[in-house]
Protein backbone atom coordinates (compact mmCIF):
# COMPACT_ATOMS: atom_id res chain seq x y z
CA UNK A 1 0.00 0.00 0.00
CA UNK A 2 0.97 3.55 -0.60
CA UNK A 3 -0.28 6.45 1.47
CA UNK A 4 0.65 10.09 1.00
CA UNK A 5 -0.72 12.17 4.49
CA UNK A 6 -0.67 16.09 3.99
CA UNK A 7 -0.33 18.35 6.61
CA UNK A 8 -0.21 22.32 7.20
CA UNK A 9 -3.22 23.66 6.26
CA UNK A 10 -5.09 26.25 8.31
CA UNK A 11 -7.13 29.81 8.30
CA UNK A 12 -4.77 32.58 7.31
CA UNK A 13 -5.37 36.34 6.44
CA UNK A 14 -4.75 37.46 3.03
CA UNK A 15 -1.27 38.55 2.58
CA UNK A 16 -0.54 35.67 5.02
CA UNK A 17 1.83 32.66 4.83
CA UNK A 18 1.74 28.77 4.99
CA UNK A 19 3.44 26.05 4.59
CA UNK A 20 2.14 22.77 3.36
CA UNK A 21 3.79 18.98 3.91
CA UNK A 22 2.92 15.65 2.26
CA UNK A 23 4.80 12.45 2.82
CA UNK A 24 4.87 9.50 0.77
CA UNK A 25 4.96 6.01 3.01
CA UNK A 26 4.64 2.26 1.47
CA UNK A 27 6.12 -0.08 -0.90
CA UNK A 28 8.03 2.13 -3.34
CA UNK A 29 10.47 2.16 -5.47
CA UNK A 30 10.62 5.72 -6.98
CA UNK A 31 8.96 8.56 -6.45
CA UNK A 32 9.35 10.42 -10.54
CA UNK A 33 7.03 13.49 -9.97
CA UNK A 34 5.68 14.90 -6.68
CA UNK A 35 2.92 18.12 -6.81
CA UNK A 36 0.15 20.03 -5.29
CA UNK A 37 -2.95 20.78 -7.27
CA UNK A 38 -6.10 22.59 -5.27
CA UNK A 39 -9.88 22.46 -6.13
CA UNK A 40 -12.32 25.40 -4.81
CA UNK A 41 -15.96 24.70 -3.79
CA UNK A 42 -17.63 24.18 -7.34
CA UNK A 43 -14.32 24.62 -9.74
CA UNK A 44 -12.24 21.49 -11.09
CA UNK A 45 -9.29 20.58 -9.74
CA UNK A 46 -6.53 22.44 -10.70
CA UNK A 47 -2.59 22.08 -11.17
CA UNK A 48 -0.42 24.31 -8.72
CA UNK A 49 2.45 23.35 -8.67
CA UNK A 50 4.79 19.91 -9.45
CA UNK A 51 8.49 18.77 -9.20
CA UNK A 52 10.45 16.22 -10.01
CA UNK A 53 13.04 14.19 -9.10
CA UNK A 54 15.91 16.49 -9.74
CA UNK A 55 13.80 19.07 -8.57
CA UNK A 56 12.91 21.02 -11.47
CA UNK A 57 9.86 22.70 -10.90
CA UNK A 58 7.04 24.38 -12.68
CA UNK A 59 4.12 26.52 -11.67
CA UNK A 60 0.56 27.01 -12.51
CA UNK A 61 0.62 31.13 -13.94
CA UNK A 62 -1.65 32.55 -10.91
CA UNK A 63 0.80 30.95 -8.09
CA UNK A 64 4.27 31.93 -9.90
CA UNK A 65 5.98 34.63 -7.38
CA UNK A 66 4.44 33.85 -4.36
CA UNK A 67 4.90 29.86 -4.20
CA UNK A 68 7.61 27.54 -4.04
CA UNK A 69 7.18 24.06 -4.20
CA UNK A 70 10.74 21.87 -2.69
CA UNK A 71 11.14 18.25 -2.14
CA UNK A 72 13.37 15.94 0.30
CA UNK A 73 13.71 13.00 -1.67
CA UNK A 74 15.50 11.14 1.21
CA UNK A 75 11.94 11.42 3.01
CA UNK A 76 9.89 11.18 0.52
CA UNK A 77 8.31 14.58 0.96
CA UNK A 78 7.13 17.23 -0.75
CA UNK A 79 6.62 21.04 1.00
CA UNK A 80 4.47 24.05 -0.86
CA UNK A 81 5.93 27.36 0.81
CA UNK A 82 2.62 30.00 -0.17
CA UNK A 83 3.34 33.54 0.66
CA UNK A 84 1.24 36.46 -0.12
CA UNK A 85 -1.78 34.08 0.16
CA UNK A 86 -5.20 35.59 -1.88
CA UNK A 87 -8.69 34.70 -0.93
CA UNK A 88 -9.11 32.98 -3.88
CA UNK A 89 -6.13 30.39 -3.10
CA UNK A 90 -8.76 29.36 -0.63
CA UNK A 91 -9.22 25.17 -1.40
CA UNK A 92 -8.71 22.04 -0.52
CA UNK A 93 -5.14 21.36 -1.77
CA UNK A 94 -4.32 17.34 -2.67
CA UNK A 95 -0.60 16.08 -2.84
CA UNK A 96 -0.03 14.05 -6.03
CA UNK A 97 2.80 11.68 -6.43
CA UNK A 98 3.65 9.79 -10.01
CA UNK A 99 5.74 6.66 -8.35
CA UNK A 100 6.76 3.12 -9.61
CA UNK A 101 6.32 0.50 -6.37
CA UNK A 102 8.87 -1.80 -7.95
CA UNK A 103 11.47 -1.33 -10.80
CA UNK A 104 9.09 -3.41 -13.40
CA UNK A 105 5.91 -1.44 -12.85
CA UNK A 106 4.67 1.71 -14.44
CA UNK A 107 4.13 5.18 -12.64
CA UNK A 108 0.99 5.48 -11.17
CA UNK A 109 -0.84 8.48 -9.95
CA UNK A 110 -1.59 8.35 -5.83
CA UNK A 111 -3.64 11.12 -4.14
CA UNK A 112 -3.63 12.31 -0.68
CA UNK A 113 -6.75 12.95 1.45
CA UNK A 114 -6.49 16.76 0.94
CA UNK A 115 -6.02 19.80 3.37
CA UNK A 116 -8.00 23.06 3.47
CA UNK A 117 -6.40 26.00 2.83
CA UNK A 118 -8.46 29.44 3.97
CA UNK A 119 -7.89 32.75 3.46
CA UNK A 120 -9.87 35.56 4.74
CA UNK A 121 -10.39 39.12 3.20
Known amino acids: QVQLVESGGGLVQAGGSLRLSCTAS????????MGWYRQAPGKQRELVAV???????NYADFVKGRFTISRDNAKSTVYLQMNSLKPEDTAVYYC???????????????WGQGTQVTVSS
Open 96 to 110: NAGLQRTYYSATYNY
Open 26 to 33: GSIFRINV
Open 51 to 57: TTSDSSA
